[in-house]
T-cell receptor, first 111, second 111 residues
Framework: NAGVTQTPKFRILKIGQSMTLQCTQD?????MYWYRQDPGMGLKLIYY???????DKGEVPNGYNVSRSTTEDFPLRLELAAPSQTSVYFC??????????FGPGTRLTVT | DQQVKQNSPSLSVQEGRISILNCDYT??????FLWYKKYPAEGPTFLIS?????DKNEDGRFTVFLNKSAKHLSLHIVPSQPGDSAVYFC??????????FGEGTQLTVNP
């Protein structure tokens, strides 16, 4: 039972490039979330999903897109990467309680 | 609108003593609070939670206290162990199973 997995672990992008951060969960949870964490800051919600086919913006959605075609997968797409998107990205999954289970994170650098 | 604030970026305690981590919040419309623990290069892991119908919740060495009149949350770790050294985030329910996180407090437990 892997919980929440994220790929890749690390990535360096050039300004203007695009990429997709992958997130998969095997807990059959309806709710999934994408956060970013900047140094010395808490976790900021980018997008979330309450079930397959349903997504909504969080606190900092600009420059990102998501899709949720299955319960298991919740990829995060960065279009036209900018240095401000340098961060650590965490995916999480949760059920009907408020506890969320996090993946190990993706460290992204945009130069 | 900073709904959750952790005013101490760091805390250092001796092994065996008590660690007290603090968190203040605004907007008490929602009533569920959580603490997460994060080791370097890992995702946050759920530690303990409390509903606003309670003022205390205990799980082994970890106790969370909720003071609703002061809008203050604290996490007590007794006795502290070197393995407790990590960043601790408090979080509160916002809406739709979303959480708002504080900035985190780095706890260091010295042997």
């Amino acid at each position: 039972n892997a919980g929440v997995t994220q790929t890749p672990k690390f990535r360096i992008l050039k300004i203007g490039q695009s990429m997709t951060l992958q997130c998969t969960q095997d807990m059959n949870h309806n709710y999934m979330y994408w956060y970013r964490q900047d140094p010395g800051m808490g976790l900021k919600l980018i997008y979330y999903s309450v079930g397959a086919g349903i997504t909504d913006k969080g606190e900092v959605p600009n420059g990102y897109n998501v899709s949720r075609s299955t319960t298991e997968d919740f990829p995060l797409r960065l279009e036209l990467a900018a240095p401000s998107q340098t961060s650590v990205y965490f995916c999480a999954a949760g059920g009907r309680t408020y506890e969320q289970y996090f993946g190990p994170g993706t460290r992204l650098t945009v130069t | 609108d900073q709904q959750v604030k952790q005013n101490s970026p760091s805390l250092s305690v001796q092994e065996g003593r008590i660690s007290i981590l603090n968190c203040d919040y605004t907007n008490s419309m929602f009533d569920y609070f959580l603490w997460y623990k994060k080791y370097p290069a890992e995702g946050p892991t759920f530690l303990i939670s409390i509903s606003s119908i309670k003022d205390k919740n205990e799980d082994g060495r970890f106790t969370v206290f909720l003071n609703k009149s002061a809008k203050h949350l604290s996490l007590h770790i007794v006795p502290s162990q070197p393995g407790d050294s990590a960043v601790y985030f408090c979080a509160k329910e916002t809406s739709g199973s979303r959480l708002t996180f504080g900035e985190g407090t780095q706890l260091t437990v010295n042997p």
